[in-house]
């Protein structure tokens, strides 16, 4: 079978197709607990309401690729990409805990639990990369940057349980207890 060059053409112009749809039309959703994992059938019944979250943001013309779900103490949080809000499951929706004005900071960072907080660890925004790590106040329903990490570069890592350890770039290990940044050899 001889190929053409309009066959070679349509198939390039069919895949480019496929790619733009499917990135139009998908979104990361990541799941973490800090203890005993969700049931099946909760996961079903938040996974049509995140998209209907999503779907309130595509309203305003905010595209979400990501969000984080997050189990901690029983409650269930989703944290929409570069934005700073922190959405609670609260009887069949979602509830935006946060109350500032603020958003467009955190994009592709790392949110963890530790100690019964929310944290976020690096990421893009304010025209910037960083590797600042903010905590979610619960009380105030704002985001504030943890001073010892005011510096930090942003960094490819993983969490420990108390530390965050990088794996690419300069080794270190930021020690959220100690509030320190150690270099690893």
């Known amino acids: 079978m001889k190929r053409t ?11 480019a197709f496929m790619l733009l749809l499917s990135s139009t039309l998908s979104a ?41 779900i997050l189990d901690m103490n029983g409650e269930t949080y989703i944290l929409p990409a570069g934005t700073f809000d922190v959405y609670q499951w609260n009887q069949g929706g979602w509830v935006n805990l946060y109350t500032g004005p603020f958003t467009g900071y955190n994009f592709h960072s790392y949110k963890f639990l530790m100690d019964g907080h929310i ?47 990088s794996i690419w770039k300069d080794p270190i290990k930021i020690n959220l207890r100690q509030k320190k940044v150690e270099s690893l050899p």
């Not at 060059?5 to 895949?15: K, N, R, T």
């Not at 990361?28 to 999503?54: M, T, W």
């Open 28 to 68: 990361g959703f990541v799941y973490r607990n800090s203890g005993q994992p969700a049931s099946g059938d909760f996961l079903k019944e938040i996974y049509s309401q995140v998209h209907d979250l999503r779907n309130t943001y595509l309203k305003k013309g905010i595209k979400i690729n990501h969000m984080d």
């Open 5 to 15: 060059g309009l066959s070679v053409y349509a198939c390039l112009c069919s895949l």
């Open 119 to 165: 944290h976020s660890y690096g990421g893009y925004g304010y025209w910037q990369h960083h590797g600042q790590i903010i905590t979610f106040l619960w009380d105030r329903g704002e985001w504030e940057m943890l001073p010892f990490s005011r510096d930090l570069e942003r960094n490819s890592v993983y969490f420990d349980g108390e530390s965050l350890v």
